[in-house]
């Protein structure tokens, strides 16, 4: 596995239905919680991989793999997206943009190189940031493999429900009931060759912890030089002293309320860890990013993908979250574009940040060829050499 096997499989959907399915294997499990998509076989996965294909219900696009770390049983591969849609996307109109994102893709592989299981996320706040507003509706998200599945009585725009385990939790600071973390703790259906459950109280669950106990028990987590991103919040930090602009605000509870952040799992070994977890937020006040929560304490998936050095600190990593799970449970109509500050920055001014512009879309994306292609090789490889600059090489566990 490798970053040519990372393309194939992003250009596999913009192929057939049947290109992408043999990437997996029978029983393989094809997951996008951004999408509410969870789908297990062949079987299910042709209800709904062939539709990616017909430009005539989705339109055209761009699908590049910047990166590739892990070995042949664990896969993690960043990739850019810019999209060329017919009139709208989750039912949300487009009125023309071509909006662009960031997400990235973690696969487990059996030992004939098939995917047994995968998790796609994307910077769904910063496609939503490119669309008209006001949006008027929540995103739409049908779930067409599902046995008996019926457009019209299908709950396309309503939020998957908050665990119960999870909604009985403490808020932060904890301590955290360990029967009910049980509870929500399981080696993932698919992944279990690459599965280090007692790594989660050792390396992700003391990560999560931190953020809400100080911003230098989040830091120290970090190689002096580590970097700590978030594309969803727009956040690229590099380094110890930018990181202490922001890491102390989280723990803050006057400032951002209490928490429940829950690390569920562990993959990889000491070089690569991907751990899955569930948050839930109990903001102060009635706003988050700016945008009215109406009082509601929201629940979210989310994954963070972390790379370490040879002392065990985090040299690099990325941690998406579903932006989509979030919008539905806020009231609508949305006004206004989410507000990402960016207090790290070395020219930081509150009065002159531009909270709600999307990242700009990197020229050599923009001028590359729509699906189906050919893309332009010089520019995939000019995207890469920016996109993948500061990411490491990782070839174990």
């Known amino acids: 596995m490798n970053l040519e096997y990372a393309q194939a499989w992003l250009d596999a959907f913009f192929t057939s239905g049947e290109a992408t399915r043999d990437f997996y294997a029978p029983d393989g499990i094809?997951?996008?919680?951004?999408?509410?998509?969870?789908?297990?076989?062949?079987?299910?996965m042709m209800r709904l991989f062939p539709l990616w294909s017909m430009r005539n219900v989705f339109g055209t696009h761009k699908f590049i793999a910047t990166s590739y770390l892990g070995n042949e049983k664990l896969g993690v591969f960043p990739w850019v997206w810019?999209?060329?849609?017919?009139?709208?996307?989750?039912?949300?109109?487009?009125?023309?943009?071509?909006?662009?994102?960031?997400?990235?893709?973690?696969?487990?592989?059996?030992?004939?190189g098939k995917v047994t299981r995968d998790w796609t996320y994307w910077d769904a706040l910063q496609c939503i940031r490119q669309l008209p507003y006001p949006i008027k509706n929540p995103p739409a998200t049908p779930h067409l493999w599902r046995d008996g599945?019926?457009?019209?009585?299908?709950?396309?725009?309503?939020?998957?429900?908050?665990?119960?385990?999870?909604?009985?939790?403490?808020?932060?600071?904890?301590?955290?009931?360990?029967?009910?973390?049980?509870?929500?703790?399981?080696?993932?259906?698919?992944a279990e060759s690459v599965a280090r459950m007692d790594l989660v109280d050792t390396k992700a669950q003391p990560w999560l912890d931190a953020f809400f106990i100080s911003g230098e028990a989040t830091r120290d987590f970090y190689a002096k030089d580590g970097i700590f991103e978030d594309p969803i919040?727009?956040?690229?930090?590099?380094?110890?002293?930018?990181?202490?602009?922001?890491?102390?605000?989280?723990?803050?509870?006057?400032?951002?309320?209490?928490?429940?952040?829950?690390?569920?799992?562990?993959?990889?070994?000491?070089?690569?860890?991907?751990?899955?977890?569930?948050?839930?937020?109990?903001?102060?006040?009635?706003?988050?990013?700016?945008?009215?929560?109406?009082?509601?304490?929201?629940?979210?998936?989310?994954?963070?993908?972390?790379?370490?050095?040879?002392e065990g600190l985090v040299e690099r990593d990325w941690t998406f979250w579903d932006g989509i799970q979030l919008i539905k449970q806020l009231p609508f109509p949305i006004t206004a574009p989410p507000q990402t500050p960016h207090l790290w920055r070395d020219d930081y001014n509150p009065a002159t940040d531009d909270l709600t512009s999307p990242r700009p879309i990197p020229?050599?994306?923009?001028?590359?060829n729509w699906s189906p292609g050919p893309y332009d090789q010089g520019l995939i490889d000019a995207l890469r050499a920016k996109l993948a600059a500061d990411h490491p090489s990782v070839t174990s566990l």
């Open 82 to 112: 810019q999209a060329n849609f017919n009139d709208n996307f989750l039912g949300m109109p487009t009125d023309g943009v071509t909006p662009y994102i960031e997400g990235i893709t973690v696969q487990v592989y059996n030992e004939d």
């Open 363 to 368: 020229e050599e994306l923009q001028k590359q």
């Open 30 to 44: 094809f997951t996008d919680p951004v999408l509410d998509q969870h789908i297990n076989g062949h079987e299910k």
């Open 149 to 190: 599945w019926d457009q019209a009585t299908d709950p396309m725009t309503a939020p998957r429900p908050c665990p119960p385990a999870l909604d009985k939790l403490e808020w932060s600071p904890g301590p955290y009931a360990k029967d009910l973390l049980d509870q929500l703790r399981v080696v993932p259906e698919g």
């Open 233 to 310: 919040l727009d956040q690229h930090i590099v380094g110890h002293d930018r990181m202490m602009k922001l890491f102390p605000l989280w723990s803050r509870r006057d400032l951002f309320g209490t928490h429940k952040f829950i690390a569920t799992d562990y993959l990889g070994g000491e070089r690569l860890g991907v751990f899955n977890w569930v948050w839930q937020a109990n903001f102060q006040g009635d706003l988050f990013l700016g945008i009215p929560t109406g009082g509601v304490k929201p629940f979210i998936d989310g994954i963070t993908i972390q790379v370490y050095n040879d």
